[in-house]
Nanobody, 118 residues
């Protein structure tokens, strides 16, 4: 099964940028539906950005125009470029890999903390 390791989190001032990386091993990311989720204290985990099964991308409304998800199949890595960060983006960000058939099965990384100061 696939293992996921996130990196790139940290502390940044509002308006700054970070790029998160999710390195996969034990399986090619092309075999999974990949996405980034986040969870802020006291809130439910939410999908931030992801690839659909057809390869297109989708984003939660709050990050549209600021975040970009991308992938490098050769490096077996998924990225999340985060620009114009806001304090409300503060959360633990998790990489997710999912298989959809015969039923959805999710694999998660350990998470990386992103803190945006005002």
């Amino acid at each position: 099964q696939v293992q996921l390791v996130e990196s790139g989190g940290g502390l940044v001032q509002a308006g700054g940028s970070l790029r998160l990386s999710c390195a996969a091993s034990g399986g090619g990311i092309y075999n999974y539906v990949m996405g980034w989720y986040r969870q802020a204290p006291g809130k439910q985990r939410e999908l931030v950005a992801g690839f659909t099964p057809t390869g297109s991308t989708n984003y939660v409304d709050s990050v549209k125009g600021r975040f970009t998800i991308s992938r490098d199949n050769g490096k077996n890595t998924v990225y999340l470029q985060m620009n114009t960060l806001k304090p409300e983006d503060t959360a633990v960000y998790y990489c997710n890999a999912a298989t959809l058939w015969p039923r959805r099965k999710d694999y998660w990384g350990q998470g990386t903390q992103v803190t945006v100061s005002s």
